[in-house]
């Protein structure tokens, strides 16, 4: 399981009665001052985690599995720049991802 604050954070033993997090980003885009707004899985690829900052910025990691995942900026993928409100990954093919914000629906293939 995910979560994003500042930072994301996975558990990989959330069913116990006592899970455990580990912080799995630091300083994305350079800041750590802005909240994740989306967290999104890949149903393809359970390596591929996004997250999406209220700000605007997107971020892609392609071992989010890994004791230190590495995590790159795909912000300049984005089709508009307005927040982005939730977060859908292709149940078929890993590197595509369905957005939406205040104005509509999008589709990005990385």
């Known amino acids: 399981m995910f979560i994003g604050y500042k930072n994301i954070w996975r558990s990989n033993n959330i069913k116990d009665s006592a899970p455990t997090w580990t912080q799995i980003s630091n300083n994305l885009a350079g800041s750590n001052s802005t909240d994740m707004a989306v967290v999104e899985n890949s149903p393809v690829n359970t390596n591929i985690l996004y997250a999406a900052r209220s700000d605007n910025k997107l971020f892609r ?5 890994d004791v230190s995942p590495v995590w790159v900026d795909i912000t300049s993928h ?5 927040p982005i ?3 859908e990954a292709s149940p078929s093919d890993q590197n595509t991802i ?4 205040n ?8």
Do not use: A
């Not at 984005?78 to 307005?82: D, G, I, K, R």
């Not at 369905?98 to 914000?101: A, R």
């Not at 104005?103 to 990385?110: A, K, L, M, S």
């Open 85 to 87: 409100t939730d977060l």
């Open 103 to 110: 104005t509509g629906v999008f589709q990005i293939h990385r």
């Open 78 to 82: 984005l089709p508009v720049s307005e």
């Open 61 to 65: 990691s392609e071992n989010c599995m």
């Open 98 to 101: 369905y957005m939406t914000t």
